[in-house]
């Protein structure tokens, strides 16, 4: 099963914080679902009546941030961070004493991430899920493992790719399947501390243990709705874009 139909039966993610909106004297409370260091998603239950900048303060993680509207679907919307002022004006000025306050920036750091994906479909949600989720990572998609091997077998030269730090994986793709891109990738002596993810639909135990015996760092089934797709995504953001030290670039 792909992802092509995900977005008919979204399931409700897990909501991870408070918060609340401020702008033009309005306090407009929502719903954090995504939180990363470039951006967020929320949920607001009046969505229609944001403007395009405000800010928003994040309870429990008692953080407060400049935001540019980036997108809006239903209640849920999309914001980006900006630079914000290290003075209170504004409606802010009116919040309750007590807050730590501090400002998070984008995030300069762009992880190189190479994805092998046969299903134009779901490139596409893949694509979206890391763009609703803000994460700061530089995505590289190619249709099958042919074009994987060929991609990894220029990385180093002088006029080739940037060796990724991470490799999304699907296992059943045309030409040369991802099995055989797992095998070359942990037998080549340049890109065998490349992490690499299975991202397959496939939950079939012989699949599970013969990846993890050549090498493979995780194993995740492919969701079947979006939403699910969304929360895979950004826990692959915060799990090897922050938690983990990754190999120094080639």
């Not at 977005?7 to 909501?15: D, K, L, S, T, V």
């Not at 694509?127 to 249709?143: G, H, K, R």
């Not at 060929?150 to 994986?169: D, W």
């Amino acid at each position: 099963m792909t992802l092509s139909h995900a977005r008919q039966q979204p399931q409700r993610a897990a909501i991870l914080r408070g918060g609340t909106l401020f702008f033009a004297g309005k306090t407009v409370p929502c719903l954090v679902r995504a939180l990363s260091e470039t951006g967020a998603r929320l949920v607001v239950y009046s969505p229609d009546s944001i403007p395009r900048s405000f800010r928003l303060y994040v309870e429990l993680a008692r953080m407060e941030v400049d935001c540019e509207l980036a997108w809006r679907r239903g209640k849920e919307i999309g914001v980006n961070f900006t630079i914000s002022s290290s003075r209170d004006t504004g409606p802010m000025s009116n919040q309750p004493t007590g807050r730590e306050r501090f400002t998070i920036s984008p995030s300069t750091r762009q992880i190189p991430i190479l994805i092998a994906e046969d299903d134009p479909d779901d490139r596409h949600l893949i694509s979206s899920a890391f763009t609703e989720s803000a994460l700061p990572c530089d995505l590289s998609f190619v249709p099958d493992g042919e074009e994987a091997l060929r991609y990894l077998a220029s990385v180093g030269e002088t006029t080739g790719h940037e060796a990724p730090q991470l490799i999304l994986l699907d296992l059943n793709m045309p030409k040369i399947d991802g099995r055989t891109v797992l095998r070359h990738v942990k037998a080549n002596a340049l890109l065998k501390r490349i992490p690499v993810v299975v991202f397959t639909t496939s939950n079939s135990e012989d699949d599970i243990e013969s990846t993890y015996d050549l090498g493979v760092s995780s194993y995740i089934v492919k969701p079947s709705h979006y939403d699910e797709l969304l929360d895979v995504v950004q826990m692959l953001g915060q799990y090897w874009g922050k938690q983990v030290l990754l190999p120094r670039r080639s």
